[in-house]
Structure formats: structure tokens, C-alpha cells
């Protein structure tokens, strides 16, 4: 099993530009999350969701899109780039929402918005 | 006023010191998690307790929930240990989400 997989690794984009990042896991998790990771600040949770077709706003949404079109992919896009979205993305996924329900995370994507 | 506070932010250690990575939070949890993440990677699930301690090889985990407090120990530390810690807590039951809020990790570089 890969486990959670992002792609792309990396990304640099010029402000204004758009981009979908791709999270897929192959564990047949339900909650599958987007978070952003800055210096000097915790995870932050962007979009979350809950089951395939379903998509939720977490602490920091504004600026990205998220779709859940199949249940082993979860898409976070952003429409037109700004410096301040300049972040390492991590992408997570458990199995159900219980407080004992470990969330798996994928290797990261980090994003440079020039 | 983070909801999560770790200390130290960075730790610096000598191989085979023992090391106390701690966590406060003032939220009212379900459970702790503590995670590690190493540099260029991504992050994994070390423990998730709501009560006691915790053991897993040389890594304890203790929690007490009237403080509010968490530590993670690690004995006979070794370079390999050289990794940001983070200490996350869940919501309390009912939520809508899994949510989890994390600290911003505690940087611990172990020296041979």
C-alpha cells in the first residue's frame, strides 16, 4: 500500500496562476483533510472532508478550492495564486472521526508563489 | 494565546542524554496525539493517549488531564531521534470533524 500520496512535490507559480494539488490514499479512509504548515505556526486546517462528494471549510479556507469526487482522491486547487499562499501542504486522511482515529499524512507539497 | 504551547521550541541534546519534549494546551480534549516530522519529510503518528502513559521502545508518552499537560520523553536519545515533535489534541466528542489543533513542534537535533 503507498499509503497518502501528493503530487506534486514541489511548485513554484507566478502570482496569479492556478494549480490543483492531488492528494489519493488507498487505505478507503472517509475523512480525508488539507492543512498548510508555516514557520513558526502549527498545522492549520484549510478544507476537510467527510466522504466522497462531500467538502467542508476548515480554519483557513479562503483563497482554495477543494473536491471529493471520489473517495480516494481529495483535489485542492487554487484559482489565482498569491505570495501568501506560499506553504508546505500537507494532505491527511483516517479512518473515521473518533478521537483514536490516527490521521495519516502524505509526504508534503511545497509551494513557492513568486 | 496559542491553544497549544510547546516547550522547548528548539532542543539541542548530546547522544544518549534523556530528553522532555512538553505540551500545555487550555482546550477541553478527547485525546492527545504527538507526531514527528522529520526534516524533508513527511509526519507520523508517534502516540495517541487520553489518559496515563504510553510506551514505545525508547518514546513515553504521559498525559495529565487535570493540568492540561503532556510530555514526551525520549531515553538514550540518538542522532536518528533529530526531528521536529509535535503535539496535537483533538476536539471533544461530538465534533463534526476530526479535527485536530496542533502546536508549532519542538525542533530537537540529537549531536553524536
Known amino acids: 500500500n503507498a499509503g497518502v500520496t501528493q503530487t506534486p512535490k514541489f511548485r513554484v507559480l507566478k502570482t496569479g496562476q492556478s494549480m490543483t494539488l492531488l492528494c489519493a490514499q488507498d487505505?478507503?479512509?472517509?475523512?480525508m483533510y488539507w492543512y498548510r504548515q508555516d514557520p513558526g505556526m502549527g498545522l492549520r486546517l484549510i478544507h476537510y472532508?467527510?466522504?466522497?462528494?462531500?467538502?467542508a471549510k476548515g480554519e483557513v479556507p479562503d483563497g482554495y478550492n477543494v473536491s471529493r469526487l471520489k473517495k480516494q482522491n481529495f483535489l485542492l486547487g487554487l484559482e489565482s495564486a498569491a505570495p501568501s499562499q506560499t506553504s508546505v501542504y500537507f494532505c491527511a486522511s483516517s479512518y473515521g472521526k473518533g478521537p483514536y482515529n490516527e490521521q495519516f499524512f502524505g509526504p508534503g507539497t511545497r509551494l513557492t508563489v513568486l | 494565546k496559542n491553544e497549544v504551547e510547546q516547550s522547548p521550541q528548539n532542543l539541542t541534546a548530546q547522544e544518549g542524554e534523556f530528553i522532555t519534549i512538553n505540551c500545555s494546551y487550555s482546550?477541553?480534549?478527547?485525546?492527545l496525539h504527538w507526531l514527528q516530522q522529520h526534516p524533508g519529510g513527511g509526519i507520523v503518528s508517534l502516540f495517541m493517549l487520553s489518559s496515563g502513559k504510553k510506551k514505545h521502545g525508547r518514546l513515553i508518552a504521559t498525559i495529565n488531564i487535570q493540568e492540561k499537560h503532556s510530555s514526551l520523553h525520549i531515553t538514550a536519545s540518538h542522532p536518528r531521534d533529530s526531528a521536529v515533535y509535535i503535539c496535537?489534541?483533538?476536539?471533544?466528542?461530538?465534533?463534526?470533524?476530526?479535527?485536530?489543533?496542533f502546536g508549532t513542534g519542538t525542533l530537537l537535533a540529537v549531536q553524536p
Open positions: 472532508s467527510v466522504g466522497e462528494g462531500t467538502t
Open positions: 487505505m478507503n479512509h472517509e475523512y
Open positions: 482546550v477541553g480534549i478527547s485525546a
Open positions: 496535537a489534541v483533538r476536539a471533544p466528542y461530538g465534533g463534526a470533524t476530526n479535527k485536530l489543533i
